[in-house]
């Protein structure tokens, strides 16, 4: 068991190395939509990127419908195993939309030892949801 100080100590050491290990300016939330945005999640359970939508609800079904449209084709050429979730639930109770790919196994932000396993796994995810959004951007803004 760790402290509240240690956890917070790990986070900051994994984000901080991750940052060393791959030097990039990812696009996050720099997408351009509103309410449209990328992420990493990592903590003493799972680890994911995602694509999330949390705009008012108008927007996040608009924007929805239009990576629907492209589902077959972010599975078939960027990410086969990508999970897509109309209606997420985040532990705060927020609701949003979510396409996302967990990486599957026995991962910690507590244990360093997994800590390179999830380096790549981000870095690879990541670059491909980034490209996908790239390639088809200017559907998802119109």
Known sequence: ??????????????????????????????????????????????????????????????????????KSILREDYLPEALFEDTYMLENGKELSRIYVPLEGKVSIHNKATWQEVMVFFNTIMSLFEDFFRDYEAILKD
Request: glycine fraction near 2%.
């Open 1 to 70: 068991m760790f402290s509240k100080e240690e956890s917070r100590r790990l986070r900051e050491d994994f984000w901080i190395s991750f940052g060393k290990s791959f030097p990039r300016k990812w696009i996050l939330y720099d997408t351009k939509i509103k309410g449209f945005s990328f992420k990493f999640h990592f903590d003493t359970k799972t680890a994911l990127v995602a694509l999330d939508l949390e705009d008012d609800l108008e927007n996040r079904i608009n924007c929805w419908e239009k990576l629907l449209s492209l």
